[in-house]
């Protein structure tokens, strides 16, 4: 198993013209590497910024009308990792997000946000990464 620090960032790139959301996770993440796939879990926590399109939405009792609000989220999530080549890789993540907010009756929204990605690998130990190599 491998344990990791993970941080994460979301923002829109429609400007905030339909229902989007921005925000800043941090949390810990898990995975086990089968050759060039690696599946993960993680726990990511944080806040972030819910924007409402089409003129905003309205509170349960209909007195107000947000265009945004900002909460805390919480959110477990699974993914899969898959190494192309030392330095670049794919990736697919799902996030179960629990986000807090004032516009519906219980004060949470859950998004299931499934994005995909690019990887970068940096590494930072090449000496010990070729002495393994090497008989």
Not at 105 to 113: E, F, G, K, S
């Amino acid at each position: 198993m491998q344990p990791a620090l993970e941080i994460r960032g979301t923002d829109a790139t429609d400007g905030h013209v339909v229902s989007s959301e921005k925000n800043a996770l941090i949390g810990v993440r898990v995975a086990h590497s089968f050759g060039r796939i690696q599946p993960y879990i993680d726990v990511l926590y944080g806040r972030g910024i819910l924007y409402y399109g089409d003129g905003g939405y309205p509170n349960p009792s209909f007195t107000l009308l947000y265009t945004h609000t900002a909460g805390n989220i919480f959110s477990p999530g699974a993914g899969i990792d898959f190494a192309l080549t030392e330095h670049f890789g794919v990736k697919i993540d799902e996030q179960y997000q629990r986000v807090a907010t004032p516009v519906t009756a219980t004060h949470i929204i859950y998004i299931t946000p499934l994005t995909f990605g690019v990887i970068y690998h940096f590494n930072f130990n090449r000496r010990a990464h070729f002495d393994k190599r090497m008989p």
